[in-house]
């Protein structure tokens, strides 16, 4: 009896407990105005700019953190940090003029001693900054000095032209080479917090759970618009706090529920419900990233351009983007984003369906029927769902595409040993042609994980980053684009697609090419 | 006793070498590497052969696995390649999550098993056996991740009462740390009191047939006192044996329920490490996970003495 009467009166006390725990929590759910809660699909690995880094945590550090010049919307490079710049005619000295008044997140005014300082460590190999090999000689450009010769003018000198160095030095995944304090590391040289000059400072990061960030009181906007990460920069709300949210049901229910504001990476497959809600906004934009399929030009099968031609006549692009992304995305064969100034009229030409004239490639090749594998994963749906449209699509010209489903980490494996036939896979966005290209060309035997080995396409590629004439961009890049039609070393389909939902509450927000969102400007209706 | 814990205890040490040996060898059979997921697709061998060296993976695996097993005799499990934090104070902290979840929802879940089988047993193959019998049947066939999402729903989106997303540690609220736990405690708790219905009752009905049982009643001992005094106890040992295997698996992690309610727990932990290939958190929670699995059995093995005095700890 007395044992009934203990749990009876435990389960009591945790009925009551549950009761005013609800209670509690509907009250602390109400909104604060000036907190943005944004979700993200995974913790950051570290808050060190373009150190230990990956998309998510380049979308935060952003926020946080600002370089001397910053990428517009436009794709083109602006100063930030900079009042402005000039490139010497030896194209090897850049020289950087800093805006005044400019305070750390430390109450520290900015000098050309902290940007020099700030630069040196990022290109000290013992920081393992990401874009390191950019700078040391071993990619584009390598960087022979950095001076201060006043407080206000930082010099930049390079052994040899570059001119894509200021494109890198805005790259979100170097971090926008954002400049730090010295204070933000300790005396050792080890990583402690960001003291950047950035609108937003950061507050508390629990690991696994939520990140916050505070506005910086003392942030000075540039006089400009914003545009892209560049322009008049603004924190309208006091906190922002990213919400670590891995399962995207979840998320969902946050965001309808209230307990988010905003989610920055809706599945396509969710959309039409989201959509359907009448206090919740969608955001859709089209981004440089290149989705598609890949083919291993090493493989006893598909090295044999017959077969990869046949396959790409006979998979209908249209069908299969419409299928992929429910219609959100427009097909595009072209390695070159769709919304780049340098896509035009021949970057619209692609592969034309054909049955019949795969069939006679496929004859003429010799092909035989045999199972050709495509490997896909499930953590990016749109590959999966890429490869079984290919296959359905493939088998009307009688070509047996098997679907190998593996997991993200895996298929990247085999895509960088350059162990597979076929591949669904996507590419994140680049800034400019050049590095869409020379992501993708390369010789396979010392660079497995490259897609297309064509020494002439690589001279290409290699003229165009050394080439800053537009005119003559735009023929090496249409070149480009022509021979990639005719060597079929992979089929670019689309490009990516990012979808935004937030709640009406939200105001200011603006999607743009780049996927990862931006919270300044965006303010909280009260 | 003291022996026999010690004994044990040494027991263990064997089978975490073995755990530690195979975690070891088996998380890098798998394709894939940290350093290349970190770099994601603009991978250049030159840098994947720099962050590759700076993560240690550069080194022969023997090598690796001595530098690793070294530390590990030390208290130290090393530090995630992720986010360069210590396995060891970051298993606690997770373990903190998952083990009040699954130690609150395994006692729920007993609250309801423990009376239901046994109230099952004694109406056994009446409709009230039947209704529990079909009942614990569709609780424990219910995948977690669908109920947890259904509560979510119900509770968090339509009804508003609890929150959907976060997590806040009790030991900073009591109150609203449990508003964030009581979904996934009552999720776990429903499926769990599913399994352990159905053994209660199986136990119960096996007892409830032996002869000191109608010795009992023939005493004239009243029904109640049957029930409780003469066949739970006997028929609740089985039920202890399940509840260590149990506490055992969920402690490991509830990595789908840690997903869905976004609790920063020790199975989310395993499941993110493993997808980031980060080694050394995947064999620090496996490590610690065998070691949770063994102390726990113990501990049931321990208790067995008191419900049953024919049953010694020796």
Known sequence: MQTLRHIASTVGILLLCCLGAAMLATSASAAEPTQLRARLLSDIRSTDPGVNRDGTTDSVVMHIVEGLVALAEDTSIVPMLAASYDIAKDGVTYTFRLRRGIHFHNGALLTAGDVAWALKRYFDPATKWRCLPEVDGRGQAKVVAVEAPNAETVVIRLERPAPLFLTMLSRPDCGGTGIIHRSSVGADGSWKAPIGTGPYKLGEWKRGQYLELKRFDKYQARSEPASGYAGGKKAEVDTIRFLVVPDSASAKAALLGGSVDILPDVNESELADIQSKSNIKVDISTTPGISGILFNTRDPVMRDVRIRRAIALAIDGKELVSGTTNDLAKLNNSAMPSISPFYTEVQRTGFVPNIAEAKRLLKEAGYNGRPIKILANKRYGTMYDTALIAQGLAAYAGIRLEVEVLDWATQLDRYTRGNYQMMAFAYTSRLDPSLVYDMLVGPKAIQTQKVWDNPEAQALVAESMRETDKVKRQRIFDELHRRMLQDVPLIVYWNGIQITAYHKRVVGFRQWPMEHPRYWLVRMKP | ?314
């Open chain 2, 1 to 314: 006793m003291i022996r026999y814990i010690i004994r044990r205890l040494l027991m263990t040490l064997p089978t975490l070498f073995l755990v530690g040996v195979s975690v070891f060898a088996l998380i890098r059979l798998i394709p894939g590497d940290p350093a290349q997921l970190m770099l994601g697709d603009s991978v250049d061998p030159g840098e994947l052969v720099e962050v590759r060296r700076q993560m240690g993976l550069d080194q022969p695996i023997h090598i690796q696995f001595f530098e690793w097993a070294s530390k590990v005799l030390q208290g130290d499990l090393g530090v995630s390649l992720s986010d360069g934090q210590a396995v060891l104070p970051l298993l606690v902290e997770r373990f903190q999550v998952s083990g009040v979840v699954v130690l609150i929802a395994v006692m729920a879940a007993l609250m309801i098993a423990v009376p239901a089988g046994l109230f099952a047993a004694h109406k056994q193959n009446r409709a009230a056996d039947i209704s529990i019998v079909a009942l614990s049947t569709v609780l424990l066939s219910i995948p977690s991740f669908w109920l947890g999402l259904i509560l979510l729903l119900t509770f968090g989106l339509a009804l508003g009462w609890l929150p959907v997303v976060g997590y806040v540690p009790l030991s900073t609220s009591f109150l609203i740390g449990m508003s964030f736990l009581v979904l996934p405690i009552a999720t776990l708790a429903v499926i769990e009191a599913g399994v352990l219905t159905r053994m209660m009752r199986a136990s119960a009905i096996e007892v409830q047939r032996l002869e000191y049982v109608t010795h009992a009643r023939a005493k004239g001992a009243s029904e109640w006192r049957v029930l409780t005094r003469h066949i739970l106890p006997n028929a609740f040992a089985p039920t202890l044996t399940l509840v260590g295997l149990i506490l055992g698996n969920l402690l490991g992690g509830i990595a789908v329920l840690e997903t869905v309610f976004t609790l920063p727990g020790l199975g989310r932990l395993l499941v993110d490490a493993i997808f980031a290939r980060d080694y050394p958190v995947v064999q620090g929670c496996l490590l610690f996970t065998a070691l949770i699995y063994v102390l726990v059995n113990l501990l049931v093995d321990l208790c067995y003495p008191l419900l049953d005095p024919r049953v010694t700890a020796e």
